[in-house]
């Protein structure tokens, strides 16, 4: 399975971004799809997850009033709409594939099956 990232790009704050995740095998609506984000000197965090079926949602706390994730297992695409950006949601972005069909509890980026090539995201004026 490999895993595809698009939509970054530079936005100013207040605007909205889609970021896509694309699979290339059909096992991918089989497993739980993650986005993580790492800025510049920190740590990769989880900021969102997608159960087979859309069954569960996690959106962490800094992003959960503004993303919104989903996806369509026909086109094998996970989405990630980013609206209400702001300087901090500037990083680099990934999609990661889960070994399992539910999203895990923890957030970090230990143990997944595959992961994306990354897509930059700037938010600045």
């Known amino acids: 399975l490999r895993l595809v990232e698009s939509g970054g790009g530079l936005e100013r704050p207040g605007g909205s971004l889609e970021l896509s995740c694309a699979g290339t095998e059909w096992s991918f609506p089989y497993y739980a799809i993650a986005w993580f984000r790492q800025a510049s000197g920190k740590a990769r965090e989880r900021i969102a997850c997608i159960s087979v079926g859309s069954n569960s949602i996690i959106l962490v706390e800094s992003v959960k009033d503004r993303f919104a994730i989903s996806r369509d297992d026909a086109k094998k695409t996970v989405y990630l709409q980013m609206n209400s950006l702001k300087p901090d949601d500037t990083a680099s972005y990934y999609c990661?594939?889960?070994?399992?069909?539910?999203?895990?509890?923890?957030?970090?980026?230990?143990?997944?099956?595959?992961w994306g090539q990354g897509t930059q995201v700037t938010v600045s004026s």
């Open positions: 990661a594939a889960d070994v399992q069909s539910t999203c895990r509890s923890r957030g970090d980026a230990e143990g997944y099956r595959t």
